[in-house]
């Protein structure tokens, strides 16, 4: 398994469209192993292939308190939305540090394929349909950020800029 770099915002490979994964052979389920170590090692709930910089649709997942709960889904589609909308405080490990509210579907219905191939459907509601569709964004190459006014963006992008001349600095 292997620790993988994750891109960070504003880096224009965060706006990739992934494509669909034709087929779930040894090379995604490597993907997936290594996608869940670094969300686990970045204590995140979710990550995106995007955020990685593997332009395919995979997203994994754990909102379990015990870290012990990972979720795969593989060409993930969102088939049914509830038509309540929640605001929820969010945060990205592409956008470290910002954290603000973005409105959502409270509850969403998700097909996908899990690491065997095998279809899946999965109800979400509170933490888990806020997390899936935070993904399922990352997929359309859609970051959180893109939801707050301009004047937030341009603050959060000066911010990041900021932050990675000093580390390169450093
Ligand atoms: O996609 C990502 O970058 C992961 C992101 C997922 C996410 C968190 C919160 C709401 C929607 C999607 C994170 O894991 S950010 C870090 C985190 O663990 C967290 C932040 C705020 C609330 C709950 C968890
Ligand atoms: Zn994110």
């Not at 960070?8 to 995604?28: F, K, S």
Request: with cysteine; glycine share 6%; hydrophobic share 40%.
């Amino acid at each position: 398994m292997a620790l993988l770099p994750i891109l960070r915002y504003p880096d224009p490979r965060l706006h990739t469209v992934a494509r669909p994964v034709q087929a779930v052979d040894a090379q995604i389920r490597q993907l997936v192993a290594d996608m869940l170590e670094t969300m686990y090692d970045a204590h995140g709930i979710g990550l995106a292939a995007t955020q990685v910089d593997v332009h395919e649709r995979v997203v994994v997942i754990d909102v379990s308190e015990e870290r012990n709960r990972p979720l795969v889904l593989i060409n993930p589609q969102i088939v049914w939305a509830s038509e309540d909308r929640q605001v929820n405080e969010e945060g990205c490990l592409s956008v470290p540090g910002v954290y603000d509210g973005v409105e959502r579907a409270g509850a969403v219905r998700v097909t996908a394929l899990d690491d065997h191939g095998q279809p899946r459907t999965i109800e979400a509601e509170g933490l888990l349909a806020v997390c899936i569709q935070h993904e399922m964004d990352h997929l359309l190459g859609k970051v959180f950020v893109e939801y707050l006014s301009p004047l937030k963006r341009n603050r959060i992008k000066s911010k990041m800029l900021k932050a990675r001349r000093e580390t390169e600095r450093a």
